[in-house]
């Protein structure tokens, strides 16, 4: 049971470039989510999902889209990348509703620099 | 507005010690949920525990044990006779039914446990 997987693990990118972030899960969860972490700051939400087709924004959700075309996959897309997208990406996922107190499971985290 | 307070960056401890990590949370909801998360040095999340706002009662995991206290919104954490396998970033969050699908994290707890 692989739960839930990212890729790729680092990544360098020049500002500008755009690229994407890959996060499946095998659990059959109808919820998922993106965060970044930056130090200091633990993680912010980025954009979530809460079944196929469906997608909403989350905290921080500037200069980043997603799509949820099957329940397993939930890529997040850096458009025109920037500095300030250097961080840690986390892909998430749970059965249910993140208020309905389900445990979100974390993918491994995807490095991301900006140069 | 929903937050959570982590007062403790970093704590360094010799093996064997007891040491506790502080979480404060702020929430108007009734219904709520807090989570502890551990981020080792290899950097993924990994889930340790979930309590409603309507459990307060302690729990205790092998050497790890948890005190949830409404009267002051704290949430703390407690790792007794410590190993060096312990040393990570240890994250609280919250969630609450009124919230968004999302997780609110504290800014983090690295502990470092010294032989």
């Known amino acids: 049971n692989a739960g839930v997987t990212q890729t790729p693990k680092f990544q360098v990118l020049k500002t500008g470039q755009s690229m994407t972030l890959q996060c499946a899960q095998d659990?059959?969860?109808?919820?998922m989510s993106w965060y970044r972490q930056d130090p200091g700051m633990g993680l912010r939400l980025i954009h979530y999902?809460?079944?196929?087709?469906?997608?909403d924004q989350g905290e921080v959700p500037n200069g980043y889209n997603v799509s949820r075309s099957t329940t397993e996959d939930f890529p997040l897309r850096l458009l025109s990348a920037a500095p300030s997208q250097t961080s840690v990406y986390f892909c998430?996922?749970?059965?249910?509703?993140?208020?309905?107190?389900?445990?979100?499971?974390f993918g491994e985290g995807s490095w991301l620099t900006v140069v | 507005a929903q937050k959570v307070t982590q007062a403790q960056t970093e704590i360094s401890v010799v093996e064997k010690e007891d040491v506790t990590l502080d979480c404060v949370y702020e929430?108007?909801?009734?219904?709520?949920?807090l989570f502890w998360y551990k981020q080792p040095p290899s950097g993924e999340l990994v889930f340790l525990i979930r309590r409603n706002s309507f459990d307060e009662q302690n729990e205790i995991s092998g050497r790890y044990s948890w005190n949830f206290q409404k009267s002051t919104s704290s949430f703390n954490f407690t790792i007794t006779a410590s190993q060096v396998v312990d040393s990570a970033v240890y994250f609280c969050?919250?969630?609450?039914?009124?919230?968004?699908?999302?997780?609110?994290f504290g800014q983090g707890t690295r502990l470092t446990i010294n032989p």
């Open positions: 999902s809460v079944g196929a087709g469906i997608t």
């Open positions: 929430t108007r909801d009734t219904t709520y949920y």
């Open positions: 969050a919250l969630s609450s039914i009124q919230g968004a699908q999302k997780l609110v």
């Open positions: 998430a996922s749970s059965y249910g509703r993140t208020g309905g107190g389900n445990t979100i499971y």
């Open positions: 659990m059959n969860h109808e919820y």
